[in-house]
């Protein structure tokens, strides 16, 4: 497994000005909700910058698709991206709340989360209409029993990525809160269809 020192310099070269993350998994079945923790740590604090309580953050895209990405490709791939981010429980052989990088030839075949569609299928079907760099950051996942909270393990990696997520943008020269779009996904602004925020 890479250092989180090396994941920050390692996403810093391959994100773009328009990145979006994509949170994926089952919220209700323990650690197959890391994805989603992911994007809701992302958006957490995106809005405490556009509140003025913290200091200007580096502004992504979050989709929180839950255990169905194919319901928002329209969001993940319009406007056209430059960098798509999918943030899923992988098992990567490791302990609970490890980080990966893996390509997209890299997820056939791998254990990912109880979504229905294949990752490999979904990160394809996107890099073909949108023509973004699309890789998956994993988290390994401890259980994932139906009604179960995620693990500690789980949760300290899902903070993790999103912090790794933000170092990386900053250390890119992503745009901050006030020249980017809010938040996609459930519950997001309107503006998440292009329109500039103020």
Do not use: K
């Not at 999918?86 to 980080?99: C, T, Y």
């Not at 020249?179 to 503006?191: E, I, K, M, Q, V």
Request: charged residues 25%; contains cysteine.
């Amino acid at each position: 497994m890479s250092s989180p020192a090396d994941l920050v310099r390692s996403l810093a070269a391959r994100l773009g000005a328009e990145t979006v993350v994509v949170g994926i998994g089952n919220p209700w079945r323990g650690d197959d909700a890391l994805g989603c923790l992911v994007a809701g740590h992302l958006r957490g604090s995106m809005e405490e910058g556009a509140a003025g309580r913290a200091a200007p953050r580096p502004r992504f895209r979050v989709v929180d698709a839950e255990e169905v990405p194919e319901s928002h490709l329209d969001r993940i791939v319009r406007p056209a991206p430059d960098t798509v981010v999918l943030v899923d429980a992988v098992d990567l052989g490791a302990a609970p709340g490890s980080l990966a990088v893996l390509e997209v030839e890299e997820l056939r075949g791998r254990e990912t989360s109880t979504h229905r569609t294949p990752l490999a299928l979904l990160a394809h079907y996107i890099r073909q209409q949108s023509g973004a760099d699309v890789f998956l950051l994993g988290i390994q996942p401890g259980g994932r029993e139906l009604g179960a909270p995620p693990s500690d393990e789980g949760r300290q990696g899902a903070r993790l990525a999103a912090e790794i997520l933000e170092a990386a943008a900053v250390l890119a020269g992503l745009p901050d809160q006030g020249r980017h779009r809010a938040p996609c996904g459930r519950g997001g602004s309107p503006t998440c269809a292009g329109e500039a925020s103020d």
